[in-house]
């Protein structure tokens, strides 16, 4: 009985187990069959994209930068066809023979040869490596030539930057070259659009309108197998070219200016005194960005670096210089606004003036005996200014000064160097120097010496606005489509009921007026300062002022030799200074000029501007047609 029961129980635990197990492999089969359901059919697509990612590689190409024109359309900043070599490491069987090769027949040296080897230790097998980014066309053809012996290299055709009128525009332009790692990080599209041997804006508007300027890459996706090594294309995605941006800045007026200015040290600025463009922006001496596009070698960076005349600095707007008598006009026009004078107001002029023991020189040692407000600017008596500097004082002068932009940023927005200069008053001295103003400081802030530092489109900016009648613009280096014509907002300004977008920086515009006629004088009567540089035809006709600005107060020993420029040495010169508006009868244009160490103004600057203004009118009726049609070149 008790093994009958025993035997029952024994083949129903097998049955029981074979149940169990059998079920398992039900439950384990389905859920493999589940699993491979889930990852045919529900994460197909996650798979089959990561696997893709594994198998599919992309690489961007560098970018095509955006050109940048003249305000006619001519380019100033383009690209140019470049050939180039590059080497595929992981195809070359022998790297030291092809390398002999390249040195033979592209007649490289030593140093070029060591770089290469450098560079290749820093690639990954597969990726390319650039030999030269700029082949001459005879170097190209060599290569070519020989390309059946030079396994593993390859001749490529690319584009560059270009700046076809060389150190014509290279203190607005800037240049670009290689980004480094600052760069990089400092800017999210450019981390974006990074590749290697992608080209950045390294200064000026090259830099200040990278996001715009520096275009879409170009993509090439390549099949690679798991070494990462590429198989073949799959598919090219073409980039996208970069914005065209249109500056207002003239090609011709802007030659002219470096011609000027050759051999010199300086600037040349040119307003539109209404709609605030700038025509010309030159500053002297420049250098050739091109020479920045494949890496400057170090002798020619060393020649430009140690230059005396400093070309690295953008004079028009980073350098500060006193005004000298180019502030004359607004001393007077403060005056006026303050009821200090009128034009009847006379101060007698005995060659200099005593005030606490200190002694004012004018610069006519004679003197120029009694002088109205129009002799004074005329003949630009010093002792006058002394005079109406003294009843004015020197912080009604500065809210004068400020409100027709002296010591004030004026392109700021797109020029990262561009300073802002200063224009003292008694709160400046105590808080800059720790240290109280005294009288004889506000005679000398009159004849624009002393504490006063200016930039020379400042000055243009000042006599633009006294020349449109006093009202306030905003100069621009931008082309604005939208903007209203010379004519419209010279309307808007003359019209009470419409100047509402062009503030009034007058309290009466009669004082403006007289500024403007006693500029006049100062250029076109006899004994005015600028008598010599005058044009009588009205087409052209100017008004301006003369400044010199000492660099080094002058002793009583050197008064005494009154020595010629000539005889001075070069640091210890004045600066000249210009400042003037034209045609006069129907005012459209303001110039500042500024020849560093260049003696007096009225001998070295004021001269060239007869030949400026003579352009600038003839090159006003193209820039007056040119809304009514699209692009041309002239």
């Not at 066309?137 to 270009?162: A, C, H, Q």
């Not at 990074?194 to 000026?204: A, H, S, W």
């Not at 070219?241 to 200015?261: H, P, Y």
């Not at 009154?562 to 129907?586: C, M």
Request: with cysteine; charged share 25%.
């Amino acid at each position: 009985m008790i093994k009958r029961n025993f035997g029952i129980r024994k083949s129903d635990i097998i049955n029981r187990r074979m149940f169990i197990i059998g079920a398992a492999k039900i439950v384990i089969f389905g859920g493999l069959v589940a699993r491979l359901f889930s990852l045919q059919i529900n994460d197909n697509k996650k798979y089959l994209t990561l696997s893709d990612k594994n198998r599919i590689r992309e690489w961007k190409l560098p970018p095509t930068r955006g050109n940048i024109t003249d305000y006619f359309g001519n380019i100033i900043a383009g690209n140019l066809k470049v050939y180039q070599l590059h080497i595929i490491p992981e195809q070359v069987e022998n790297f030291n023979y092809l390398l002999s090769r390249l040195k033979v027949i592209l007649n490289m040296n030593v140093k070029q040869i060591e770089k290469i080897k450098i560079k290749r230790k820093q690639l990954k097998p597969w990726e390319s490596l650039i030999v030269s980014e700029n082949l001459s066309w005879d170097e190209f053809l060599k290569i070519n030539n020989y390309l059946y012996e030079l396994v593993g290299v390859k001749p490529v055709m690319t584009i560059s930057r270009d700046y076809p009128f060389s150190d014509i525009y290279t203190h607005v332009l800037g240049y670009v070259s290689q980004p480094n790692e600052e760069d990089i990080l400092q800017n999210e599209v450019i981390q974006e659009k990074f590749v290697p041997g992608i080209k950045i804006g390294k200064l000026g508007l090259e830099k200040t309108l990278e996001n715009d300027l520096i275009g879409v890459n170009d993509i090439q996706r390549y099949e690679v197998n798991a070494y990462g090594k590429r198989i073949n294309q799959l598919e090219y995605q073409k980039g996208k070219q970069g914005s065209k941006i249109r500056i207002t800045l003239d090609t011709e007026v802007q030659k002219l200016s470096a011609e000027l200015l050759e051999g010199k040290a300086g600037s040349i600025s040119v307003m539109d005194i209404y709609t605030g463009e700038m025509i010309a922006m030159y500053s002297s001496p420049s250098y050739n960005p091109n020479s920045f596009l494949f890496g400057i070698s170090q002798d020619e960076w060393q020649l430009i670096r140690n230059n005396p005349l400093k070309p690295l600095i953008n004079k028009t707007l980073s350098g500060l210089y006193s005004p000298g008598s180019t502030i004359k006009p607004i001393v007077a026009l403060s005056a006026l606004e303050n009821g200090v004078i009128d034009t009847k107001f006379k101060v007698q002029c005995k060659g200099k003036m005593e005030l606490y023991g200190q002694t004012f020189h004018c610069w006519k040692e004679q003197g120029h005996g009694f002088v109205s407000l129009k002799d004074a600017m005329k003949q630009s008596c010093d002792t006058y200014f002394y005079e109406v500097a003294r009843k004015l004082g020197v912080d009604r002068l500065k809210i004068t000064a400020e409100k027709f932009g002296l010591g004030n940023k004026v392109l700021g927005e797109y020029f990262e160097n561009e300073k802002a200069g200063q224009f003292p008053d008694t709160k400046w001295k105590i808080n800059e120097l720790g240290k109280g103003w005294v009288l004889g400081e506000t005679l000398i802030t009159g004849i624009g010496q002393g504490y006063t530092q200016t930039t020379p489109i400042q000055l243009c900016l000042m006599t633009a606005q006294i020349a449109n009648g006093g009202y306030k613009i905003t100069p621009k280096i931008l082309t604005d489509d939208n903007q209203l014509t010379s004519e419209q907002i010279k309307k808007a300004m003359q019209d009470s009921k419409l100047n509402t977008s062009y503030d009034p920086l007058y309290g009466d515009q009669r004082n403006i007026k007289i500024i403007q006629e006693v500029m006049f004088s100062s250029t076109n009567e006899l004994r005015g300062t600028s008598y010599k540089s005058r044009i009588e035809d009205p087409k052209y006709q100017f008004a301006g002022k003369t400044g010199t600005a000492q660099v080094k107060r002058i002793s009583k020993r050197e008064r005494e030799l009154d020595l010629k420029t000539s005889q001075i040495p070069y640091e210890e010169r004045d600066h000249a200074l210009y400042v003037a508006f034209g045609p006069y009868r129907n005012p459209r244009y303001a110039v500042s000029i500024i020849v560093e160490h260049g003696g007096s103004g009225s001998s070295a600057a004021a001269p060239m501007a007869t030949k400026l203004f003579k352009l600038i009118v003839d090159r006003h009726q193209y820039r007056k047609q040119l809304p009514d049609f699209k692009e041309f070149n002239i």
